[in-house]
């Protein structure tokens, strides 16, 4: 006995697609996933797109069905936290400094700033700069949706949100 497959296609993507998830769209050598309720975010989004001139980014808002199944091995609560970037030959994950790190390392023009990230005290300051900045994010126009984030968030570098 057979049973027939039926695949909705909504939009250009396949809905409801059998087997087991794929990690990343092809042609694409990274998926990045944000928070889409974030205004800020949606503005950092927007200008990854515009330098992604080789196409080799998938950017998709963390609150689209079916993101959760896809990378079972990330945490609901990270992609509040911070930005994911996953390689989608092999699922390798980075999140927010580090993830912005290997960003530039992707973009055309990153690369003339992606060697400051060998100086010894730069990836520490931006570390701690990413975990501030995500903290504090409603405060630059984000607005109800940060304001209003899980108050339980750690962010592990000893500071207080608000």
Known sequence: MSVQVVR?????E????????SIGRPGHRYTVIYDGDCKVC??????????????????IPSQKPG?????????????VESIQLVRTSDGKTWQ??????????TLPKGRLISWSFKIPFVRPLVDRFYRWFARNRYKFGCGE???VRPVDLDYQDGGVDG
């Open 8 to 12: 909705f296609t909504v939009a250009g």
């Open 14 to 21: 396949n809905v409801g697609e059998p087997g087991a998830p």
């Open 42 to 59: 949606g503005r950092m989004v927007k200008l990854l797109k515009k330098w992604d001139r080789n196409h080799e980014l998938e950017i």
């Open 67 to 79: 993101v959760c199944e896809r990378f079972p091995w990330i945490p609901a609560r990270a992609y």
């Open 96 to 105: 927010a400094a580090a993830a912005l790190e290997e960003l530039t390392k």
């Open 145 to 147: 949706h940060c304001a």
